[in-house]
């Protein structure tokens, strides 16, 4: 649990092929963490409530909308837990392909988010057509 980690361990390691970004302090890291957690939580809630069917019967559709909504949910709770490695082990805030610092502002609307833009667009699939 995230809860279990102090502040110490939030601490950015400096032996990045990059020079950390001074505005990702213990206290930054810490509210990170605990947006992320509130997530997580979140998504078990979700998770636990798709996993009972509606009340009375349940249409194909509905089931498919249920299947896709609990796809999503694991999806999104798989890739909250990987940020939270990376806050253990103080990869948080960097990207997972180039190293290189995640801008705050990128952080700060998803804490949770592996990867620079860049690398981003480059593993993007593109659209069926």
């Not at 194909?60 to 896709?68: A, G, N």
């Not at 990376?86 to 990867?115: H, K, M, N, Y």
Request: with cysteine; net charge negative; hydrophobic share 35%.
């Amino acid at each position: 649990m995230l809860s279990s980690l102090s502040l110490e361990n939030l601490m950015i390691d400096t032996q990045y092929k990059y020079a950390p970004d001074p505005t990702l302090d213990a206290e930054r890291l810490a509210t990170f963490a605990a947006r992320i957690e509130q997530h997580m939580q979140f998504r078990r809630d979700q998770l636990a409530a798709d996993m009972v069917p509606s009340p009375g019967h349940e249409t194909d559709v509905d089931r498919e909308i249920r299947e896709l909504l609990t796809r999503a949910a694991r999806t999104a709770l798989s890739e909250l837990r990987a940020a939270h490695e990376r806050l253990s082990d103080g990869t948080f805030g960097r990207c997972i392909d180039c190293s290189r610092q995640l801008p705050t502002e990128r952080l700060e609307a998803l804490p949770w988010v592996p990867r620079c833009i860049t690398c981003h667009r480059a593993t993007a699939t593109e659209p069926d057509g």
